[in-house]
Each structure stands twice: as structure tokens, then as C-alpha cells.
């Protein structure tokens, strides 16, 4: 016996209330096939206009490729407040800066991400990656087959995105973020060319943890040597400079 509209109005708010994810329309209209995928999605639709003519403190939302209640934007700035203590949810600026490479650059190695911010970016995308905003998508095939890696459905969530095309121009990502990003970063991530290069596949079975934890500490310790290699070769000069300021000294 099919439900009335009411009847299934309510069990999606109720589905809806307890998803801690965006439900696919896939899924229920699976739940509710004696109703038919038609009421369903007549339902969802009265669901946000009802939400949306209250002017309430949440709202009905399509994203990551389904539906969830969502909070207003404008009351971002008291949630911020609220939860401004609970900062182990919050992604630091450099997180986000390497975030915003990601998604503008995708797919893109962490080479490319380290030279585009201009510093070492080896930790942050250890970061991303358990917080499952960035995921592995392959490999590229170029010297040393590096890892690249891409968005995920996580990021699309959290940022209340329905598509990786509904991203705002890179000028209007701090908005997005709620953060500023540097405008000598947005500069750099739309000037900075990447090296061409064609995505490979990640072999079936492959321990894609190990490999990545692997390379990134390979670049920390390219990077260390770099570092070391710089500082014995101003060493010459520096003792140069304090023989000199020793002998003037003396005199």
C-alpha cells in the first residue's frame, strides 16, 4: 500500500535527519519503491521549499551527488564562534592552501604541490590525505612514476559542493574556505606551468599506503640533503666573513 504524501514526506526527513552523508536519490528511491522514484523526488523538492520559505536555521541541500541538511551561510559566522574550541575539526591555512592546489591543479604530484607553494609540502598532504580530503588517482608516467593526487568526495562534502565543476574561480576560493588565501599563491597556482604528463593506473593490489609513505619521506630527505648541501657550501664563506671582522679587529 502505497503512502500518503505526508507519510513520506516525513521518512525523509527522518532518513535525512540521521545520514551523516549526502543519500544518493538512487538510494531512496530504492527504500521507497511503491512509491516510485517520481514522489520521492517531489517530496524532496517540497521538503526544500518548505525549509526555504521558513527561513529556518537549516536547509534542504544537493551535494556530493545526493541530498542533506545543511546550515544557512549566513549563520556561519556564529557556528564559527561556537565551535571555536573544537579546532581539531578546522584544517590549518596551510592545509588549505595545499587544498586549493590540489583542486584548481588536479591531478597534480607532490612535487608540483611543494614547488607551487614554494616550500616543503610533504606533511600537509599527509595531513589531506587522513582526512581524506585528497585521495591517490594513479600515477604519472614520467621519471620516477610519482604519485598524483586528486579531490575527493570527502572534499566536495565538506566544502557543501555537488560537483568538483561547481568549484567558484580560484579568486573566490577563500570564500569558500572562509579563510584568505595569499594572493601571491593564487597568482602562483594560475601562472606556475605543470609538466606534462599522462595518468597512470595504480597497479591492482599495490600497497598504496606503503608506496605513498615512502615517497613522501624520500622528498623529505631530498629535501633535508638539499638543505645541508646549501648550508656546508656557505659555511667557506662565512668563515671568510668572521677571519675578515677578527683581522679588523686586530688592526
Known amino acids: 500500500m502505497a503512502m500518503e504524501p505526508s507519510e513520506l514526506r516525513a521518512a525523509l526527513e527522518a532518513i535525512l535527519f540521521v545520514s551523516n552523508e549526502p543519500v544518493k536519490l538512487d538510494e531512496l528511491a530504492e527504500a521507497f519503491a511503491d512509491e516510485g522514484r517520481e514522489a520521492v523526488v517531489a517530496q524532496l523538492e517540497e521538503i526544500k521549499r518548505s525549509l526555504d520559505d521558513h527561513l529556518g536555521g537549516f536547509m534542504l541541500e544537493q551535494t556530493a551527488g545526493g541530498w542533506r541538511f545543511a546550515t544557512r551561510a549566513e549563520h556561519d559566522s556564529i557556528l564559527k564562534k561556537y565551535f571555536a574550541k573544537k579546532g581539531e575539526n578546522r584544517l590549518s591555512i596551510a592545509a588549505l592552501e595545499t587544498l586549493a592546489i590540489v583542486a584548481y ?6 612535487p608540483e604541490v611543494s614547488e607551487i607553494r614554494g616550500v616543503n609540502s610533504n606533511q600537509t598532504i599527509r595531513t589531506l590525505l587522513e582526512r581524506r580530503m585528497i585521495r591517490v588517482a594513479g600515477r604519472k608516467n614520467v621519471v620516477g612514476s610519482p604519485f598524483l593526487y586528486r579531490t575527493t568526495r570527502e572534499f566536495l562534502v565538506h566544502f557543501g559542493l555537488n560537483d568538483i565543476r561547481d568549484m567558484p574561480r580560484l579568486e573566490e576560493f577563500g570564500d569558500l574556505i572562509g579563510e584568505q588565501i595569499n594572493e601571491d599563491l ?9 609538466a606534462e604528463g599522462v ?18 619521506s624520500a622528498g623529505d630527505e631530498h629535501v633535508a640533503s638539499e ?10 664563506a662565512m668563515n671568510e666573513v668572521q677571519s675578515a671582522v677578527v683581522n679588523d679587529q686586530s688592526e
Open 105 to 110: 591543479r588536479q591531478p597534480i604530484t607532490a
Open 227 to 236: 638543505q645541508t648541501a646549501s648550508e656546508d657550501d656557505a659555511q667557506p
Open 199 to 216: 595518468e597512470v593506473p595504480l597497479e591492482q593490489g599495490e600497497q598504496i599506503d606503503d608506496a605513498v609513505n615512502a615517497e613522501l
Open 186 to 194: 593564487v597568482l602562483a597556482i594560475e601562472s606556475t606551468p605543470i
